[in-house]
């Protein structure tokens, strides 16, 4: 046996310098290689036995990470990953991310690590400041956007019943455009409520469309809430949020906004306008381990007034009573439905403080200014055709004369010959191209690169 039970939490000092050494390296990539997608029978072969009763030699276990496992990932982080929504931690982040997992931080409570609670609300009020929150706001950080909508939605749902006097029995519905997120879609099954589809408007929900569409519902007394988005993953397109909050005041309605990539915007003075509204919100959340450089999982759940929030998410039992106590404690287990939670928002924190928030505004900019250097590049392109002007940093359009076949097929010869990783996408039943721009090393060289090859 490499390492017997007493030996297994007692420091190993070639362990450590081997992982240290490897992080080195992978923190020095200039820039980080896209790589590949993996093959399930090689990979197999690769793991097997490698689980056995008497462990291995370290060396040899994190050679095959090296040469085989991480070599099946494409990374988030490179600058010509552009699919989905990219990340692009700082090396500020990754480092102090290694600082929180090796201190073993239990972050649910004020009781149990107010230095790292103190921090990230640190981080918090800095974003509700931004979109203009009272200085009443607050709440946690958790995995992911998806996490975000649930616990807010959640919030909104009972906060609602208690108003109305209902149980779970009653019909609550939510109002959403159809480009709402897939979570917040996923949210509704899980939490058994249903949508009022509103009809958009240019792609956008707006607060007229909301007006009409509940003055046209037979119980518009059933809609409890509305969801704005604050850039479509799709199109990083803005909904009309200062229309929304006026309907939403009118009619009662809990108002939530979804940011999680576009929210980030907030920080860009040449878009803050688009945000307008946002500072009626009566929850918000955005994903800094998308555009503010967070590694992966961050995401940041703010509420207008957070006492509805631990009214819906403190968790009862006699062994918790003891992180409920009088003073300023603060627990993030009472903002969302997790009651784990490592303190995430820690590597943001760091990297924020290290390198100013002017920076933070320098780099989101260059994506967006590299979205519409990129939009010219495809108006003045004879056999391609720009969809929309960017309002964000996802930028989609067709190849003239393509079909879904070509695109995948053209995807995935990009990213076989590391060019790029640019997969397709939706647009009205279409399958079309779409960048999506986050990295501050993605620059216009690599962009007509990729063009070139639809030629």
């Given at each position: 046996?490499?390492?017997?039970?007493?030996?297994?939490?007692?420091?190993?000092?070639?362990?450590?310098?081997?992982?240290?050494?490897?992080?080195?390296?992978?923190?020095?990539y200039?820039?980080v290689?896209?790589?590949?997608p993996?093959?399930?029978?090689?990979?197999?072969?690769?793991?097997?036995?490698?689980?056995?009763?008497?462990?291995?030699?370290?060396?040899?276990?994190?050679?095959?990470?090296?040469?085989e496992l991480?070599?099946?990932?494409?990374?988030?982080?490179?600058?010509?990953?552009l699919?989905?929504i990219?990340?692009?931690?700082?090396?500020?982040?990754?480092?102090?991310?290694?600082?929180?997992?090796c201190?073993?931080?239990?972050?649910?409570?004020?009781l149990?690590a107010?230095?790292?609670?103190?921090?990230?609300?640190?981080?918090?009020?800095?974003i509700?400041?931004?979109?203009?929150l009272?200085?009443?706001?607050?709440?946690?950080?958790?995995?992911?956007?998806?996490?975000?909508?649930?616990?807010?939605l959640?919030?909104?749902?009972?906060?609602?019943?208690?108003?109305?006097?209902?149980g779970?029995?009653?019909?609550?519905?939510?109002?959403?455009?159809?480009?709402?997120?897939?979570?917040?879609?996923?949210?509704?099954?899980?939490?058994?409520?249903?949508?009022?589809?509103?009809?958009?408007?240019?792609?956008?929900?707006?607060g007229?469309?909301?007006?009409?569409?509940?003055?046209?519902?037979?119980?518009?007394?059933?809609?409890i809430?509305?969801?704005?988005?604050?850039?479509?993953t799709?199109?990083?397109?803005?909904?009309d949020?200062?229309?929304?909050a006026?309907?939403?005041?009118e009619?009662?309605?809990?108002?939530?906004?979804?940011?999680?990539?576009?929210?980030?915007g907030l920080?860009?003075p040449?878009?803050?306008?688009?945000?307008d509204?946002?500072?009626?919100?009566?929850?918000?959340?955005?994903?800094?381990h998308?555009?503010?450089?967070?590694?992966f999982?961050?995401?940041?759940?703010?509420?207008?007034?957070?006492?509805?929030?631990?009214?819906?998410?403190?968790?009862?039992?006699?062994?918790?009573?003891?992180l409920?106590t009088?003073?300023?404690?603060?627990?993030?287990?009472?903002?969302?439905?997790?009651?784990?939670?490592?303190?995430?928002?820690?590597?943001?924190?760091?990297s924020?403080?290290?390198?100013?928030?002017?920076?933070?505004?320098?780099?989101?900019?260059?994506?967006?200014?590299?979205?519409?250097?990129?939009?010219?590049?495809i108006?003045?392109?004879?056999?391609?055709?720009?969809?929309?002007?960017?309002?964000?940093?996802?930028?989609?359009?067709r190849?003239?004369?393509?079909?879904?076949?070509?695109?995948?097929?053209?995807?995935?010869?990009?990213?076989a010959?590391?060019?790029?990783?640019?997969?397709?996408?939706g647009?009205?039943?279409?399958?079309?191209?779409?960048f999506?721009?986050?990295?501050?090393g993605?620059?216009?060289?690599?962009?007509?690169?990729i063009?070139?090859?639809?030629?």
């Amino acid at each position: 046996m490499y390492a017997a039970p007493d030996r297994m939490h007692k420091p190993d000092n070639e362990l450590v310098d081997l992982v240290f050494d490897y992080m080195r390296e992978r923190l020095q990539y200039d820039p980080v290689p896209l790589d590949h997608p993996g093959d399930g029978a090689h990979l197999r072969e690769a793991l097997a036995g490698l689980l056995n009763d008497h462990g291995n030699n370290p060396a040899d276990v994190l050679k095959l990470y090296d040469h085989e496992l991480s070599r099946a990932v494409i990374s988030a982080d490179s600058p010509r990953y552009l699919s989905f929504i990219p990340c692009a931690p700082t090396k500020a982040a990754l480092l102090f991310d290694m600082v929180v997992s090796c201190a073993s931080l239990q972050g649910i409570s004020w009781l149990e690590a107010a230095g790292a609670i103190a921090a990230e609300n640190q981080v918090l009020r800095l974003i509700a400041d931004r979109a203009g929150l009272p200085a009443s706001a607050g709440g946690t950080f958790v995995s992911g956007g998806s996490a975000g909508n649930l616990s807010a939605l959640v919030v909104a749902r009972d906060t609602a019943r208690r108003r109305l006097g209902v149980g779970p029995e009653a019909r609550l519905r939510i109002a959403v455009a159809d480009q709402v997120h897939s979570s917040v879609k996923n949210t509704f099954n899980i939490i058994g409520v249903e949508p009022l589809l509103v009809p958009a408007v240019d792609r956008r929900l707006t607060g007229a469309a909301l007006r009409a569409a509940l003055a046209a519902d037979p119980h518009p007394e059933t809609v409890i809430a509305v969801v704005g988005t604050a850039g479509t993953t799709n199109e990083g397109i803005i909904d009309d949020l200062a229309g929304i909050a006026e309907v939403a005041r009118e009619h009662g309605l809990w108002f939530h906004v979804d940011g999680a990539y576009g929210g980030a915007g907030l920080f860009a003075p040449s878009v803050r306008a688009r945000y307008d509204g946002i500072e009626h919100a009566d929850s918000f959340v955005v994903d800094p381990h998308k555009w503010l450089f967070a590694p992966f999982d961050c995401a940041a759940l703010l509420y207008r007034e957070p006492r509805l929030a631990r009214a819906v998410h403190t968790q009862d039992a006699s062994y918790l009573d003891v992180l409920h106590t009088e003073g300023d404690e603060w627990n993030p287990t009472d903002y969302a439905y997790h009651l784990t939670r490592r303190a995430r928002g820690l590597p943001l924190w760091f990297s924020l403080a290290v390198h100013g928030v002017q920076a933070y505004t320098d780099a989101i900019e260059a994506g967006l200014r590299l979205a519409r250097d990129t939009a010219q590049l495809i108006r003045d392109t004879e056999h391609l055709e720009l969809l929309h002007d960017p309002q964000l940093s996802a930028v989609c359009f067709r190849r003239t004369g393509w079909t879904h076949d070509d695109y995948y097929r053209w995807s995935r010869q990009l990213l076989a010959d590391q060019v790029g990783f640019v997969t397709p996408t939706g647009w009205d039943g279409e399958t079309v191209a779409r960048f999506a721009f986050l990295h501050p090393g993605t620059t216009t060289e690599m962009v007509r690169e990729i063009l070139d090859t639809m030629a």
